[in-house]
C-alpha cells in the first residue's frame, strides 16, 4: 500500500526558514517524480514544486522560486521542501504527493499525503 | 499559466446523476492526450485522483464515475450520485508547467 506521510509542520515568524519531510513506502521511491502542493485555509490547491526520480531536475512555482527548495534522499524514501523567507502568503497545509511517472511528464498526482499544516505569522 | 474554471456549487438529488464542468484558457491536448485530471476531497482529508488523462478511471475508484472532453472543455460525471460523493471536486491541468487547478466545485444534496 502507497503510503506517504508528511511532518514537520507549525508556527513560523515571517522571513524565518523551516524545513519538513514525507516519508514514503509501498513502493519503490526511486521511480517516481514527487511534488508539493498547497492549500490556504478555506482555499483550493496549488501546485508548489516537482523533482524528477533522480533529483536532477526541479520545477517550482514563481512565487516561491529561491525562497523553496524541494529535495530528496533516495536511499530513505524521503521527500523534503525547505521553506526560507516564509511569508504570510505560505500559510497553508502542505501535501506530498506522488506523480506517476519517473518525471513530471503526464503531470497529475496519483497518490496524496495527509498534510502538514504551516502558520507564518508574528 | 492555464486557467481552469469551475462553477463554485451543484446540488442534486441521491441517485440522480451530477456533471461538473472545467473550462480553460488554453488547449490542453498534446499529441492525442488531453492533460485534464480530476480529483475529490472530502473536509479535513487530502485530495485522491479520481480520473486521469481526462477519461481514465484511477485505481479503485467505482465506475460511477466518468471523465470526457477535450481541448478546453472537459466534465466529470457522476451517476448515480451516492451519499459518499459530497465533496468538492477539482480538476486540474499538466498540459504546462506550471500545473494548474480550477477553484473547486462542491458537490451537496438536495
Known amino acids: 500500500e502507497v503510503q506517504l506521510v508528511e511532518s514537520g509542520g507549525g508556527l513560523v515568524q515571517p522571513g524565518r526558514s523551516l524545513k519538513f519531510s514525507c516519508a514514503a513506502s509501498g513502493f519503490t521511491f526511486s521511480d517516481y517524480a514527487m511534488a508539493w502542493v498547497r492549500q490556504a485555509p478555506k482555499k483550493g490547491l496549488e501546485w508548489v514544486a516537482t523533482?524528477?526520480?533522480?533529483?536532477?531536475?526541479?520545477y517550482y512555482r514563481d512565487s516561491v522560486k529561491g525562497r523553496f527548495t524541494i529535495s530528496r534522499d533516495n536511499a530513505k524514501s524521503t521527500l523534503y521542501l525547505q521553506m526560507d523567507s516564509l511569508r504570510s502568503e505560505d500559510t497553508a497545509t502542505y501535501y506530498c504527493?506522488?506523480?506517476?511517472?519517473?518525471?513530471?511528464?503526464?503531470?497529475?498526482?496519483?497518490?496524496w499525503g495527509p498534510g502538514t499544516m504551516v502558520t507564518v505569522s508574528s | 499559466d492555464i486557467v481552469l474554471t469551475q462553477s463554485p456549487a451543484l446540488a442534486v438529488s441521491l441517485g440522480q446523476r451530477a456533471t461538473i464542468s472545467c473550462k480553460t484558457n488554453q488547449n490542453v491536448d498534446y499529441y492525442g492526450n488531453s492533460y485534464m485530471h480530476w480529483y475529490q476531497q472530502k473536509p479535513g482529508q487530502q485530495p485522491k485522483l479520481l480520473i486521469y488523462?481526462?477519461?481514465n478511471l484511477a485505481s479503485g475508484i467505482p465506475a460511477r464515475f466518468s471523465g470526457r472532453g477535450s481541448g478546453t472543455d472537459f466534465t466529470l460525471t457522476i451517476d448515480p450520485v451516492e451519499a459518499d460523493d459530497t465533496a468538492t471536486y477539482y480538476c486540474?491541468?499538466?498540459?504546462?508547467?506550471?500545473?494548474?487547478f480550477g477553484g473547486g466545485t462542491k458537490l451537496e444534496l438536495k
Open positions: 523533482i524528477i526520480y533522480d533529483g536532477s531536475s526541479t
Open positions: 504527493a506522488r506523480h506517476p511517472l519517473a518525471n513530471w511528464r503526464q503531470g497529475y498526482f496519483d497518490f
Open positions: 486540474q491541468q499538466s498540459r504546462n508547467l506550471p500545473p494548474t
Open positions: 488523462l481526462a477519461s
